[in-house]
């Protein structure tokens, strides 16, 4: 790709005008009427058609190394029970040809007739390491041998939750770093085709060095922002990162992130802590859910990562959850955001919006989760990811996937957050929906819905106007061309 080049005959959303967008030096030098950019002869030209042309898109969360390595383990995300999951795990296993752990994603067992249980994954996959990962990553089903690989009780007979999952997916990414590079290769590839320029990775691992040394091997397809967990925390400050520090070597695509502190669980293995019990666990030793870490450890927590000039990535799901990470902001004076914000008391909708905390939501999940919400959380669905409230709120928004968990994918995102339906089934709590002009801008990184002058020339080219479409095209919305600093990343003029 040339230096500089013209993006002709471009229109930005919901505009009608055609325009010329002038890119030099990976930036955005110029944007003016259709053919008033000529430019000299050394200024490649490239012809839009009158295609909508918007900044790039940002996932504001996902956990990139699991991403890439879902698409490698055997599906159990259409499992019904635990029988069936049993089975397909069973068949997977006998697949298996050697001897590293047979690994499957996607399970999700609130609405199962049957309860996981290690006996009955036992009886099927017996002498050979077989796990199941659910789809919020945030429990895992283990037979004995697995158990055993990976560190855990053996005797435990049901499914390993919060910081004991998380372990066993620590220990599951410890491939070779040339095949996990070549796995996140592909994946950053397949999210640069969807018109996505940027992420936030916030994998559970010490991710600076992953991304310096993909960046030293090759030209990265994606602008990330990695972040870093309490585990790290005292690793990063001793070598002075901070949020929003540019990586040295990287051609200035990576960057520092924010601090990520998790303190709850998640709806659906029903660990999101509530200050109302779940429907139907009223036995369950933990009925309103888990609270992983209490006020006055996240406070210091909070006071040492901002000290230390980071930008606090607080994961709460539940009511009672958020009203604390709220509280802690409060007595901090942190700032950040949110990541998840699922059910909300109505009185903490504006607290954000006083706090100046952003809302990093995942709309897909609405849609993943309609029906074990009415389950569990039956009767309070209305405070259910309060969308629209936070937005007339003023509150900033930042959609993203939480991939694996969804799909990396922003169409997808936005097409939930602006339908809340899924399938043709009705939508759920309509109230909730926004504008695709307020779900586009939550998904450009805070660049709004068009391109400017003196931005990087991260840009992505549509192939239909996402403010005049029908929502439900939005899933599947044509992405023509992606430029990354204004190097062409997906091509599919």
């Known amino acids: ?5 013209i993006l002709a005959g471009a229109r930005f959303a919901g505009a009608d005008d055609l325009v010329d967008v002038h890119v030099a030096d990976g930036r955005i030098a110029a944007i003016g009427p259709a053919d008033s950019l000529a430019g000299g002869g050394h200024v490649e030209r490239l012809d839009l058609d009158g295609r909508t042309l918007v900044p790039g898109l940002v996932d504001g969360h996902v956990h990139f190394s699991q991403w890439a390595q879902a698409a490698r383990r055997f599906d ?3 499992a019904t029970s635990a029988a069936e999951a049993v089975a397909l795990a069973g068949a997977a296993r006998d697949r298996a040809a050697g001897p590293d752990p047979v690994v499957g994603f996607g399970y999700r067992d609130g609405l199962w007739p049957d309860a996981p249980s290690v006996a009955a994954l036992e009886e099927r996959t017996a002498g050979h390491p077989v796990l199941l990962i659910s789809a919020d990553l945030h429990s895992a089903w283990l037979n004995r041998a697995a158990l055993t690989r990976f560190g855990a009780d053996p005797a435990t007979e049901g499914l390993l939750r919060e910081d004991d999952a998380f372990a066993v997916l620590r220990a599951l990414e410890a491939v070779e770093d040339d095949v996990l590079d070549g796995w996140t290769a592909d994946a950053a590839r397949t999210a640069a085709a969807r018109g996505v320029t940027g992420i936030t990775d916030l994998e559970m691992r010490w991710n600076l060095d992953d991304w310096r040394r993909r960046a030293a091997r090759s030209p990265l397809d994606l602008r990330v922002a990695f972040g870093v967990y309490t585990l790290d925390l005292d690793r990063a400050l001793a070598l002075g990162l901070a949020t929003g520090q540019v990586v040295a070597g990287t051609d200035g695509l990576v960057e520092v992130g924010p601090y990520k502190v998790i303190t709850d669980g998640s709806l659906n293995t029903r660990t999101a802590w509530c200050f109302d019990p779940y429907e139907g666990l009223a036995h369950d030793a933990h009925p309103h859910g ?10 210091p927590l909070l006071e040492r990562a901002s000290a230390g000039g980071f930008r606090v990535a607080v994961h709460a799901i539940g009511d009672r959850a958020n009203a604390v990470v709220l509280d802690a902001f409060a007595a901090t004076g942190a700032q950040g955001s949110v990541e998840h914000a699922q059910l909300l008391r109505h009185e903490d909708v504006a607290r954000f919006a006083e706090l100046g905390v952003v809302a990093s939501v995942q709309p897909e999940h609405a849609m993943d989760d309609r029906d074990v919400a009415e389950r569990y959380w039956a009767g309070r669905t209305d405070r259910a990811f309060l969308l629209r409230d ?43 929906s926004i504008e695709a002009a307020v779900a586009l801008a939550a998904s450009t990184g805070g660049r709004g819905i068009r391109p400017a002058v003196g931005e990087a020339a991260d840009l992505a080219v549509l ?15 044509p992405v023509a061309l992606t430029l990354l600093a204004g190097r062409i990343t997906h091509d599919a003029r």
């Open 290 to 299: 888990l609270s992983t870490v209490p006020f006055d450890e996240l406070v």
């Open 463 to 477: 192939g239909a106007d996402p403010l005049r479409v029908e929502p439900a095209e939005l899933r599947t919305l």
């Open 390 to 432: 936070l937005a007339d709120a003023g509150v900033e928004l930042a959609l993203g996937s939480d991939a694996p968990v969804a799909p990396l994918d922003p169409w997808i995102s936005i097409a939930a957050a602006v339908e809340r339906s899924r399938d043709g089934r009705t939508p759920w709590h309509p109230e909730q």
């Open 76 to 78: 159990v995300s259409g």
């Open 1 to 5: 790709m040339s230096a500089e080049l």
